[in-house]
């Protein structure tokens, strides 16, 4: 018997490494003999990073650059240099999880620090970067990234904006003549783990800022000052991507990677898995378990157990999903090749209860389905 366990991180619980763990410690409860195949995903959220590293055995970097709020932090990137391929995580530097909830600032959080892993990845000779864009506390759609990259952002007395997205609305120039010129040389691809556009009612600000710290008038206000920015940046490009698909991630980013560095937006599992080889190891595979912190109908857009299963789907190979809790819609996941869906609360808890008992319910709840599976092989 032959299990592959693929599982994000339960936020606030568990990593992925951790959940893979603590799964695989269930199924051999149930079959000692059984082969556990361990490959921790993420779906370019935080996490990504070190999913990355444990597939391809990249090589950790640590760099001190700015958090969202322009506080120093050590932030760690990946590095292939046979590949001269560098990954780098938004997270890592201007990621929401640094900040506590009482710092949380969508006005005026920052993306500088993720320009500056960049600048790193370029002083170490890198032609390709996968960008990583979930987990952001910012909603300055990159103006910080380009700021740190070399561009000039300047209000109509010629001063550089102060920090943060709201700034934008006062943006009068936007200088690109004197961005680092090695850009030019590097492929990027941008992973996004949301399908949203720069603006509107689906947009960054209105969708994410309220997790961010925004209030409904900053919402507001951010929405407007984005909208300014994407006015400013299709006169100096001849383009207009605000309405992209994943433009609207991490507060933005996504826009500014696509129009600025010229990246793709991929779904972040689908970048882990190809890096992962996780294609490669499905034909002999008998069961596939994956899993993450909520299933809904929101899971459809790019979350790692339904990448998990359409891949597995499109080999044949069924597909468990464990997650802390199954939402609103989770129903058509069911459609996405996913077998069946388990939540993993035993019994009646809160919340609280349950966050540190993550890894015991993940290990009874596979060590249980193991032995229905058996069982069934059995008949």
Not at 66 to 77: F, I, K, T, V, Y
Not at 266 to 284: N, R, V
């Amino acid at each position: 018997m032959n299990i592959l366990i693929c599982p994000d991180s339960f936020k606030d619980a568990v990593s992925a490494q951790q959940a893979a763990n603590a799964m695989a410690r269930g199924v051999k409860r149930a079959a000692p003999t059984a082969t556990t195949h361990l490959c921790p995903m993420a779906d370019g959220g935080e996490g990504s990073l070190d999913a990355l590293i444990a597939a391809t055995n990249a090589e950790c970097r640590h760099l001190t650059v700015q958090d969202a709020l322009g506080r120093p932090r050590q932030a760690s990137w990946g590095w292939l240099s046979e590949q001269r391929t560098a990954f780098i995580e938004l997270a890592e530097a201007s990621g929401l999880q640094h900040l506590t909830a009482q710092q949380r600032d969508a006005l005026h959080t920052t993306t500088y620090g993720v320009g500056e892993l960049l600048l790193a990845a370029l002083d170490a000779g890198a032609t390709k970067a996968l960008l990583f864009l979930g987990g952001s506390a910012t909603n300055d759609a990159g103006a910080g990234m380009l700021h740190a990259l070399g561009a000039k952002l300047l209000d109509q007395n010629g001063a550089p904006l102060p920090p943060g997205g709201a700034a934008l609305e006062q943006l009068a120039i936007l200088d690109l003549s004197t961005l680092d010129p090695r850009l030019s040389k590097l492929s990027v691809e941008a992973a996004v783990d949301v399908d949203n556009p720069l603006l509107g009612d689906r947009g960054a600000s209105a969708v994410f800022g309220p997790q961010k710290g925004a209030s409904t008038e900053d919402v507001a206000t951010l929405d407007r000052a984005l909208g300014h920015f994407a006015d400013l940046s299709a006169q100096v490009l001849g383009r207009d991507d605000r309405a992209l698909s994943g433009a609207g991630a991490a507060g933005g980013m996504g826009f500014a990677a696509h129009c600025f560095l010229n990246a793709t937006l991929t779904p972040g599992i689908e970048i882990i898995m190809q890096q992962a080889k996780l294609p490669s190891l499905l034909p002999g595979i008998d069961l596939v378990m994956t899993g993450e912190g909520r299933l809904d109908g929101q899971s459809l857009s790019g979350k790692t157990p339904i990448g998990i299963a359409r891949a597995a789907q499109r080999q044949g190979k069924p597909v468990i999903v464990l997650a802390g809790s199954l939402g609103d819609g989770w129903e058509a996941c069911l459609e996405e090749g996913v077998t069946a869906a388990f939540a993993l609360a035993d019994g009646p808890m809160t919340l609280e209860d349950a966050l540190p008992r993550t890894a015991e319910l993940l290990a009874a709840r596979c060590e249980s389905i193991t032995r229905l599976w058996l069982a069934r092989q059995t008949e």
